[in-house]
């Protein structure tokens, strides 16, 4: 059975104007402060309407060729001829050096915007990319980018300048010969560019629902290689097939349609450049008869609409990308549209850290207001001390990690390091202070080496391998055909739980942050591991401020203080030999735990009740 798609972000994207679009494209085709960029725009201008120019003369000097060489030929018009070739030369040649002046100035705008929505992605809050859709999102960015460089050059080289020439036509047949064939001819062109924008808009519709399947079909691909392994595991390759096939019938049917429009559109275009031209001809030939314009006026007529039928056809085309390429930047501008969740204040300074001391007081957070996560949570951890926070699923242990790291903003209370609200500091700096060994370690599809130097911008390679003698990862490393220059895979597929474990250890040893989180740090590793990756863990964070957000309680018994998390509120707390003593939920959840390790039969995953699983398979709302 066809399981139903899930809508796309772009499918409630408000619709905006063609002038909005237009004006948030401005910006990349004049920045500010780039005279070299805008000098460049001004100059394709010119030359822009000097080809122009140059090109309404061509039928010109035909005329006069023609009228010179009607009758008894007493003398070559030379003069003429060469003007005629001149004026044909200049018309290419101002062309091509309006491309080669512009070239700059597109990709330029191209460069700008792709930086520019990359950086505001990496802007916007952790809410907003927990819901977004990769393949459909970077599909966008990439029709949003060319369609900026396609609406640059077809609006400067083909829009203007055809309307700037079916202009200058208009008049040098007015004053030439008479009203009547300006009138034919601005009718001609009037009827033209309204069948081609109503036609056009009429198509639209299929330009929107071909991208969205677009989106539709590059998510699930991209979803499904991403999820190889579990593909494979259920043996659902051929219902990933079935599901991408079956969007792909989808888009099929839009672009077929749209391609149907396209000829239904061409017919008609031609129909009305047809009739123009006859109804033009028609006028000059009965003058022709009538003794009123001369042959060469007949040559100039036709000249002319010939000139002006490549444009208006070519108009077709340009206005219909046109109108395709704004609709393909909605969705980019959309993304830019965005605003980050979480921003620094305009008086925000940089953290400064002398201790490190935290302090959570009376925090309460929600991702939805219906659901509270943390309901008044206040702790504080001295500084180079440690607190371990442990409870059941969706008790919001992982949640005080990411509100620590300012992935999210509290909803009331404050939590303040070094007497410093975190809110009050910038995000940079605040970032810059604390590192974390995260449960599932995502490396980047490089080397190993720049992901063991990632954590530090710049480090040289004796900071590097310094930092993988202290992780213990050194040998590993060493024992590598490729050394540091090993390829690490996609999302670091190529190494194993407790390698990555090893390889965000360095990071954090190389990035030196006086605050440390431990987030789940050692819960999806088998026990032998665990206990090399604790030993590790211990090393790096002696002497500093350490958060650790546990699963398995073994991991935690030597911290300072250990805070019990039920349902958002810390319902425990202390040493512990202290929380064992006490026999609360803490000490039920240890004895559990101690027993379920003594089972041989009994798998890891499933230890206690109080600690249940690994975070990584729980929504992100319910940490």
């Not at 309006?98 to 950086?119: N, P, Q």
């Not at 080397?447 to 993988?468: F, H, I």
């Not at 088998?526 to 958060?547: C, F, M, P, W, Y």
Request: charged share 25%; proline share 3%; net charge negative.
């Amino acid at each position: 059975m066809r399981q139903a798609q899930s809508p796309l972000p772009e499918d409630n994207a408000r619709r905006r104007g063609d002038i909005d679009v237009l004006r948030s494209l401005w910006p990349f085709l004049w920045p500010k402060g780039d005279l070299e960029i805008r000098a460049r725009v001004v100059f394709a201008l010119l030359a822009i309407i000097a080809a122009k120019v140059a090109n309404v003369f061509v039928p010109y000097f035909m005329k006069l060729a023609v009228d010179a060489l009607d009758g008894d030929i007493m003398a070559l018009p030379l003069w003429v001829i060469l003007a005629y070739g001149t004026a044909r030369l200049l018309s290419l040649a101002f062309g091509q050096v309006r491309d080669a002046v512009f070239a700059k100035v597109g990709v330029r705008a191209v460069r700008k915007s792709a930086l520019a929505i990359l950086e505001h992605l990496h802007r916007l809050s952790l809410r907003y990319h927990l819901q977004r859709q990769t393949g459909g999102l970077s599909r966008s960015i990439e029709r949003g980018t060319v369609a900026i460089q396609t609406l640059l050059s077809i609006t400067l080289f083909n829009l203007f300048p055809t309307l700037f020439e079916v202009g200058l036509v208009t008049v040098i047949l007015w004053r030439a010969f008479d009203a009547w064939f300006a009138f034919a001819t601005f009718t001609t062109v009037a009827v033209y560019v309204l069948f081609t924008g109503y036609t056009t808009e009429w198509r639209l519709k299929f330009r929107r629902e071909m991208n969205k399947l677009d989106n539709q079909a590059n998510t699930r691909a991209i979803d499904s290689l991403l999820n190889y392994e579990t593909v494979k595991a259920f043996g659902n390759e051929k219902l990933e097939t079935e599901e991408y096939d079956s969007v792909m019938g989808d888009y099929e049917r839009a672009s077929v349609r749209t391609q149907e429009s396209l000829a239904y559109m061409n017919i008609g275009q031609s129909a009305i450049i047809s009739i123009g031209v006859t109804v033009l001809m028609v006028m000059a030939g009965l003058g022709v008869v009538n003794g009123t314009m001369t042959q060469g006026d007949f040559v100039m007529v036709n000249t002319y609409m010939l000139q002006l039928a490549q444009p208006l056809n070519f108009f077709g085309f340009v206005y219909r990308n046109i109108k395709q390429a704004l609709v393909d930047l909605e969705k980019m501008f959309d993304i830019l549209d965005e605003e980050p969740e979480v921003k620094d204040k305009d008086t925000a300074l940089p953290l400064n850290i002398e201790g490190g001391c935290i302090a959570f007081e009376n925090v309460t957070f929600a991702y939805d207001e219906r659901r509270p996560i943390l309901k008044g949570v206040s702790f504080d951890v001295p500084a180079g001390k440690s607190v371990a926070i442990v409870g059941p699923t969706g008790s919001g242990k992982s949640t005080i990690g990411r509100l620590l790291f300012r992935m999210y903003d509290v909803t009331g209370g404050s939590i303040k390091i070094d007497g410093q609200d975190i809110s009050d500091v910038t995000q940079e700096s605040l970032r810059e202070k604390i590192g974390i060994v995260p449960q599932d370690t995502v490396l980047f599809n490089n080397t190993l080496g720049y992901n063991l130097a990632y954590a530090k911008a710049g480090a040289d390679s004796s900071l590097v391998e310094n930092a993988a003698r202290m992780a213990h990862i050194d040998g590993f490393i060493s024992s590598l055909p490729d050394g540091y220059d090993t390829l690490v895979g996609e999302r670091g597929l190529k190494l194993s739980g407790g390698e990555k474990q090893r390889v965000a250890i360095a990071r954090v040893i190389l990035k030196g942050s006086p605050v440390l989180i431990f987030d789940e740090a050692t819960s999806a590793l088998d026990t032998h591991t665990e206990k090399e990756i604790q030993a590790n863990l211990a090393e790096v964070s002696a002497g500093r401020t350490t958060v650790m957000i546990a699963h398995r309680l073994s991991t935690i018994v030597e911290a300072d203080e250990i805070l019990v998390l039920e349902e958002g509120e810390v319902v425990e707390r202390g040493t512990h030999s202290a929380l064992i003593n006490s026999d609360g939920p803490y000490a039920s959840a240890w004895r559990r735990q101690q027993k379920s390790f003594a089972d041989a039969s009994v798998d890891e995953g499933g230890e206690a009740d109080l600690i249940i699983a690994p975070e990584a398979a729980v929504p992100a709302d319910r940490r």
